[in-house]
């Protein structure tokens, strides 16, 4: 692990040091970790708080997720992840990748950035929902997917990618760029929810694509940190990075639980046929 200014040391690290959090903004941690990571993964804001209303669990409910999810001009949203984006790339190895969701609120921005970066991109993998929530105003087509853009930093040096276990997990044939998963679980719930919260299944087979045992994985909006869950049940290192105190409790609270149910959430990912 990198050498940290006294000021970010890390808020939590678990028994068996899999897992760590800092509390505070990315762009002032991830550079602190030059080089180190093999892999990030970012779900960051859509920019999507308008205070709109949808239907959930047949209920109709506000879309605002919190105030770090309100965007102003869209030359203040592209702004936003060019610095964030920039602040990764220093963090990745050079065989490093990074995977980022989104929606058609920033993917379009995203994508930009990335590329004049200088990334390379392998791949836009998209998460049909099985389960999406009803289109509220009727005007259009029903929201079901989500988008998740995989591109390396080096456009020399190889990136992990495991496609025999991919193909494995396909029955034998390619993977495709088109997976199926439904919400997040009720189980996934136990300790609160976040609000954008990523089932813990659609992770895991994100991080068995593009990291190995050894690998140090990041997420520099971590939130309840699905993303370290996932790692942790794969055996691989996870450094997080929240600034809300709700979520940083949240995280904590998941990963303890996992402490204490390891064998029984493997399970779980087992019986979705995912690992």
């Known amino acids: 692990m990198t050498s940290l200014n006294k000021d970010l040391s890390p808020i939590f690290i678990s028994e068996d040091s899999l897992f760590r959090l800092y509390q505070g903004n990315c762009n002032e941690i991830l550079p602190q970790f030059e080089n180190k990571f093999d892999l990030i993964f970012a779900d960051p804001p859509y920019f999507l708080?308008?205070?709109?209303l949808s239907i959930q669990s047949g209920k109709i409910v506000s879309v605002n997720k919190g105030e770090w999810d309100r965007g102003e001009s869209i030359n203040d949203i592209d702004g936003f992840n060019m610095e964030w984006i920039s602040n990764a790339k220093k963090a990745l190895k050079n065989t490093g990748s990074i995977l980022i969701s989104g929606t058609y609120h920033n993917i379009f921005s995203l994508g930009i950035v990335?590329?004049?970066l200088d990334f390379k991109i392998l791949n836009l993998i998209?998460?049909?929902?099985?389960?999406?929530?009803?289109?509220f105003s009727c005007r259009y087509l029903t929201h079901?997917?989500?988008?998740?853009?995989?591109?390396?930093?080096?456009?020399k040096h190889?990136?992990?990618?495991?496609?025999?276990i991919l193909k494995k997990l396909n029955g034998g044939k390619q993977m495709r760029d088109v997976w199926s998963f439904p919400a997040i679980a009720p189980w996934e719930k136990a300790n609160g929810k976040h609000p954008t919260q990523k089932p813990l299944a659609l992770l895991v087979r994100l991080l068995l694509m593009a990291s190995d045992k050894d690998s140090m994985i990041c997420d520099p909006f971590s939130g309840s940190s699905t993303t370290g869950i996932a790692a942790n049940?794969?055996?691989?290192?996870?450094?997080g990075i929240e600034k809300e105190n709700e979520f940083i409790k949240m995280s904590i609270n998941r990963k303890i639980e996992l402490e204490k149910n390891f064998a029984v959430m493997k399970n779980k990912i087992h019986d979705l046929k995912i690992l």
């Not at 190889?158 to 025999?164: D, G, L, Q, R, T």
């Open 49 to 52: 708080s308008n205070d709109g």
């Open 114 to 116: 990335l590329q004049k």
């Open 126 to 135: 998209t998460w049909q929902k099985t389960n999406p929530p009803p289109n």
């Open 144 to 155: 079901s997917t989500e988008q998740i853009i995989w591109a390396r930093k080096s456009l």
């Open 158 to 164: 190889k990136h992990i990618f495991n496609y025999e």
């Open 233 to 239: 049940l794969l055996d691989r290192k996870f450094v």
